[in-house]
C-alpha cells in the first residue's frame, strides 16, 4: 500500500494503479469531441428509425453528444429515458462498426 503522509489515508497499491490507467485514459478521451459527422448521423438516423416511439428532445440532445464525445455520462431520475438513450446510442455505435 502507499500511504499518504499529509492525510494519513492509504491506497492499495493495485487499486491505486489501476485507477490511475483509467483516469489517465479518461482524461486522454475527454479531449476527443466532435465526432458527430454524416456517418455518425446516419447511424443516429437509423439506430431512431428502429424505435417503435418517438425519442424526446432530451434525450435526442443525450443520443447526439454520445456520439459526439468520446465520453459521456447518462444521468436521470427514473423514467427519463436512461436505458433508451443507451440503447439507441449503442445501435448507433453498432452502425458504425464498434
Known amino acids: 500500500y502507499i500511504l499518504n503522509h499529509d492525510t494519513g489515508t492509504y491506497?492499495?497499491?493495485a487499486q491505486l494503479l489501476?485507477?490511475?490507467v483509467v483516469a489517465k485514459r479518461l482524461n486522454t478521451l475527454i479531449k476527443r469531441?466532435?465526432?458527430f459527422d454524416e456517418n455518425a448521423n446516419a447511424a443516429y438516423c437509423s439506430a431512431v428509425a428502429e424505435l417503435?416511439?418517438?425519442l424526446t428532445p432530451k434525450?435526442?440532445?443525450a443520443v447526439t453528444t454520445c456520439l459526439d464525445n468520446s465520453?459521456?455520462?447518462i444521468t436521470g431520475g427514473?423514467?427519463?429515458?436512461k436505458t433508451t438513450v443507451l440503447r439507441t446510442a449503442l445501435k448507433a455505435y453498432h452502425q458504425l462498426g464498434f
Not at 427514473?78 to 429515458?81: D, I, K, Q, S
Request: proline share 9%; charged share 20%; net charge negative.
Open 11 to 13: 491506497h492499495p497499491t
Open 59 to 61: 434525450q435526442i440532445e
Open 18 to 20: 489501476m485507477e490511475s
Open 78 to 81: 427514473a423514467g427519463t429515458g
Open 52 to 54: 417503435p416511439y418517438e
Open 71 to 73: 465520453v459521456s455520462c
Open 33 to 35: 469531441n466532435d465526432l
